[in-house]
């Protein structure tokens, strides 16, 4: 008989409680271990809850069982998290978390320390919800150089954006519905700005290039600019406004990491991907291109990312050395966002065609012109921020103001 | 050093050596081993290519040498590679395949050998090629229980009714030009009836409900009697015709996997795997939907899959428990076709809906009138096999024919 912990019993705490009672016999044979969930911290009492006997509100009972094998992190947030993730792995056991913001500022430190104490420290669930991403990255694909990763990685801005363009509502209605169903935070500012978007990509650039990328690195903007308008016409374009959050392999080795607003093409199946659903491309030199889809967010969705963690750390008696990275001190290997090129949407005030042409070196044959005299299009060419900034000084030039841009993500 | 050896020198074989010399470095990172690909097995003779050194043509070179620890088999077919993968795992050498023939037909029994010599074998790419399916299903949500898979796990079938549904082509036309372009064999009956989808729905089956599905006892139906002018009329109802493997857990605990083209709604992302790509959707009482997608073939895809396995094979020292099914001697678990039920798309010879609302207790709105005086449209409710054939008779009575029928998909 091996011991589970929970620390945490919150949305997903409790969720991994019950999803492993529910299937308990299920998961005992898959793993061939006879299991027991044993204890579930939290400073606050549930007493009417069918598991009020395993509360424990020190960590310390955890730390000193010996049987207790592995450990779930479901609390959130650095500290205290931090602390008693590093001390559990210190007394050998493993960790099983879907704490992305822990991963994202600290998963350096952590995955050492399991390392030196040979046992393991997973994050299955701090990507993507219940979406097999992690895994599947370092494992099912560990043969490949990786090119690319761009997914929508935050259900929150894809379930407002996804009003806004299915059903014509605005970008403030849109977020009172999504706040209203629960989906966003009475303060969203870390989904619509594109913060918890940016921690899930470091975790993934991390792991798929082998240093750790911190989410201070990352060119990061948010959907709270997107104006309805332009949802509307990039889809006449025959494109879909998603926020995706994207890391890209460039031919001088850097890497370069970016969160934003892009204009996704109808046939990629990113572009497709609705409501509160996250999904995640990737691109490596033996796959090709492979997608993998479901729900980011929710109670047992969640929890089921986490206990495939816990079923799999307590099979194994060593470190996996291919779920980890280093951290390298520097930013040397990340390149800076001036360098990002993409074609682009533009509105711009009324504009003819040869202009357009003459600016752009190229412009898409598909044009808008607005009842409110502006012109949208999308550019033939991929630009940088510098021959962004000089299109934009010479359009002006001409009287013709940009109103809106958005690059255009190749798949 | 450990020494790796690849089994069949084809399209498959030639590109696992050739993905692994690429990424070595990388690859022994990521495994934290030295690795060698040592041995080449096939009969004939490759002189021109740089690993020809390699090329030898005694499988007992490979089972002689104790340094060899891990085997790829890409030969295909039953024979030799069951007995040749059947004496690697004896000498407890673990081994990948990609031969989804040999998984569908003895995998209980290869699996058992593995366990017996403590040892694994491992076969991402029998299932959707590049796709990573086989290992998320048994470790990534080893905490559900399954209710259901459903995938387009063919890409020549799918590359052909893609071209039907969307460029108006004939049948007999885009099975030619699938031909033309590699995707289809000269002899494509495995592909268009079936049978391939039907080994790959066996495999999936079997591990995500413990127990071997054999290719004998799955109801499977091909493509080659799909009328362009279903693909077309489907099309104006909102579905698009695809070619699914499926198994469901029924209510009595028996399962029922099929193979055969089903009408899929255009909001499933299934309706949207265009051309050659295949995509597996996965239910589970925790992750609730989730999808998985990419290339189904090809030679660095398919390359990409046998090498995560052998990566992951060279880091174990035991037999995954997870990664198993037992051969029960009995299909008592499966249960029979008859009892399959679904909404259905019918075309039949001019109908009026007060007669059609009448047999099949109601259809969905939109129905289609033709110009050749045809009636297309969708029953509201389930049927199966034998209320499908009252209602026929039903019709018959009314002096209408049922030309075309196909079963919808519940994603």
Known sequence: ?????????????????????????????????????????????FPERPYANKLVKDIQIILDDPEVSVVAECMGGIEPAFTFVKSCLEAGKSVATSNKELVAAKGDILLKTAKEHN??????????????????????????????????LNGTTNFILNKMIKENMDFASALALAQEKGYAEKDPTADIEGHDACRKICILSSLAFGKHVYPESVYTK?????????????????????????????ENGKILPTVMPMAVEED?????????????????????????????????????????????????DHTIPSQTWENVNSTDFIEDFSAFSAKRYFRTTSADVQTLNDVFGGIEEKTISTEEEETIFITSEAFNAQQLDQAVKALAQKQIQVLAQYPVLVS
Do not use: W
């Not at 046992?119 to 150089?145: W, Y």
């Open 1 to 45: 008989m091996e011991k589970l912990a929970v620390l945490g019993c919150g949305v997903v705490g409790s969720g991994v409680v019950e999803l492993f009672e529910k299937n308990k016999e299920l998961i005992q044979k898959r793993c061939g271990k006879n299991l027991e969930m044993a204890y579930i911290l939290d400073l606050r009492d």
């Open 119 to 152: 046992c393991n420290f997973f994050f299955e669930a701090s990507v993507g919800g219940a979406i097999p991403i992690i895994r599947p990255l370092h494992k099912c694909l560990a043969a490949n150089a990786f090119s690319a990763i761009a997914g929508i």
């Open 222 to 250: 948010g959907i709270s600019d997107v104006e309805l308008k332009d949802t509307k016409f990039c889809g006449q374009l025959g494109y879909a406004i998603k926020l995706i959050a994207r890391v890209q392999k460039l």
């Open 268 to 316: 990629n199946l990113l572009s497709q991907v609705n409501g509160v659903y996250n999904a995640v491309m990737v691109r490596g030199d033996g796959v090709g291109k492979t997608m993998f889809y479901g729900r980011g967010a929710g109670k047992l969705p969640t929890a089921s990312a986490v206990l495939g963690d816990m079923i799999e750390e307590v099979q194994l």
